[in-house]
């Protein structure tokens, strides 16, 4: 009785303070299943964050889609392949391109999601129009993602497509043609022709392309004259 007293005495602000520092997902399930008071402190908590990541859990589409509603004021969403494996899939993103901070999104990272899809990474990219970088290397997009990213992220300056094997040139001109504020892209063991690369600096000639060396040999690609 005396320690419910204790706990009823804490503020809800210092509570959202002290579960600021709790990374687990899991630990902080828990606390918000303490008390009424605890719940609004975990929930005040995941409020105030503007970064959020999933890198290294072991979380499933519902419960990465509560925890990023309850972080409407995120600004980073980091939900790329875990050491336990990949858990989300296109019905997770989905769900989390329906939360209210998707649309202020500067950074998305889906690295390495094997479980993802076209069809969930157009869903999401389609509301986050303020995307600024986005990471979907390792995945199995095709140059449809890339149209959808064309078409809807005016703002995006750098994307990383490494190992993104099923997508084209066709993908790459339509992102870089479109996108007048792309700075860089990844293309790391994509399978795309080397000369894609120059017409691409044709028509972007300050867009860097990483890691440039393992495509052509040379320590920069510069656009045929």
């Not at 990023?68 to 997770?92: F, H, M, P």
């Not at 043609?177 to 600096?201: A, E, G, Q, Y």
Request: glycine content about 6%; hydrophobic content about 40%.
């Amino acid at each position: 009785m005396e320690t419910e007293l204790e706990i009823e005495r804490l503020p809800v602000d210092l509570l959202a303070h002290i579960f600021s520092f709790i990374l687990s997902f899991k630990d902080l399930a828990q606390a918000s299943g303490v008390c009424w008071k605890w719940r609004r402190g975990v929930k005040e908590s995941l409020s105030r964050k503007e970064r959020l990541s999933f890198a290294g859990w072991k979380v499933d589409d519902e419960s990465a889609a509560r925890v990023v509603r309850a972080a409407y004021n995120i600004k980073e969403l980091d939900i790329s392949r875990s050491c336990w494996g990949c858990q989300i899939t296109d019905e997770g993103l989905y769900k989390i391109s329906l939360t209210k901070c998707v649309g202020n999104l500067l950074s998305i990272s889906m690295w390495g999601m094997a479980g993802i899809t076209d069809r969930g990474v157009i869903q999401l990219v389609t509301q986050a129009n303020s995307l600024q970088h986005l990471n979907v290397g390792g995945t199995f997009i095709t140059d449809e993602s890339l149209y959808a990213i064309a078409n809807s992220c005016p703002q995006i300056k750098t994307i990383i497509l490494w190992s993104c094997r099923h997508v084209t040139e066709n993908g790459l001109k339509k992102l870089v043609d479109k996108c007048c504020k792309l700075k860089s892209i990844n293309v790391w063991d994509m399978k795309v022709p080397v000369d894609c690369f120059l017409r691409l600096l044709a028509i972007n000639p300050t867009l860097e392309l990483k890691p440039l060396t393992q495509h052509l040999g040379v320590g920069r690609i510069w656009p045929a004259s």
